[in-house]
């Protein structure tokens, strides 16, 4: 019974952090142009705790964080708007017409799409994880996104079905946030660990 209770214990002091951690990623998020660095910060978070090592308490380890990584992973946040955006306008500017041109067009947009996507999910792994330059992190995210196609694909879903969920129950966005950067992470850790010159 004290093993169950302990078990317990340990699950609801998880979940509790999880909803802190989520909690100061929303409130960060809030200038929308914050996002990037509040997200890595999130990720550096979930690092330590999968690391087994030991934080100042979540509040001071993420605002720390926050402060470390805010210019670069700030710089990159500009450039993938800019590119987002551009993806966004060519789906709007693309009207289909029924010819092979249009389904051509659109097929290469869904797959630049994709490829867009698959960078994305190991970007804020990667940052969380190694100090390196911007253009090593973008660097990195494209090989791997190519090297481990499986692997790449189980991020992308997990990331589609974090969405279709904040789509469907709006409120989870309170939990799911630092959820969905756990299993993320957790998913790359073993990976990093055996990967050198970062």
Known sequence: ??????????????????????????????????????????YGVIRKWTMGKETDGIFRTFFLLFRECFFQSFGISVLWAALGFFIFIDFRILHLDGSLMHLILLGILWLLSLFFLSITVYLFPIMAHFHTTWKNVIKNALTLAITYPLLTILLIMIFLISLYLVYLLPLIIFILGSVTAYFSYTICHKLFLGMKNY
């Not at 209770?5 to 802190?20: G, H, M, P, T």
């Not at 409130?27 to 509040?38: G, L, N, Q, Y």
Request: neutral net charge; charged residues 10%.
């Open 1 to 42: 019974m004290n093993i169950l209770n302990s078990r317990f214990l340990q699950y609801a002091e998880k979940i509790v952090d999880l909803f802190l951690l989520n909690l100061l990623w929303l409130i960060m998020s809030i200038p929308v142009i914050t996002i990037f660095p509040a997200t890595v910060s999130m």
